[in-house]
């Protein structure tokens, strides 16, 4: 089996860093809802640690978000050149693979706008 192309690895790549950025919006809206229901809760000593705790982790959850869209922008950025170079010399189903990887980076990241 020959290595993959380097259209492939990008593609790969930027498929990967959605899949992330996705995964971290489901962990971050579990986390809200989590600190809904603690502040519906009662008032012990309990859950207001844990009510600290929940929202230590939204505002870490929070912070990964830039850096992670720039690593989005930047892999976007390499598979639109891989895929101006391999359009030639590509397959034709590494190239649609490619296109469908912009389509969601692009659309990652204009909802982050």
């Known amino acids: 089996m020959p290595p993959p192309s380097q259209l492939a690895i990008a593609t790969s790549s930027l498929n990967r860093l959605v899949k992330e950025e996705a995964s971290y919006h489901k962990e971050l809206s579990q986390q809200q809802a989590s600190i809904a229901k603690l502040e519906q809760g009662g008032g012990d000593e309990n859950a207001e640690?844990?009510?600290r705790q929940e929202r230590k982790a939204v505002e870490e959850t929070n912070n990964i978000f830039p850096q992670l869209n720039q690593k989005i922008r930047d892999a976007l950025s390499r598979l639109e050149q891989q895929l101006k170079q391999g359009e030639q010399s590509g397959s034709v189903e590494?190239?649609?693979?490619?296109k469908d990887a912009v389509l969601a980076g692009k659309r990652t990241l204009s909802q982050e706008s």
């Open 49 to 51: 640690f844990m009510l």
């Open 94 to 98: 590494e190239v649609a693979k490619a």
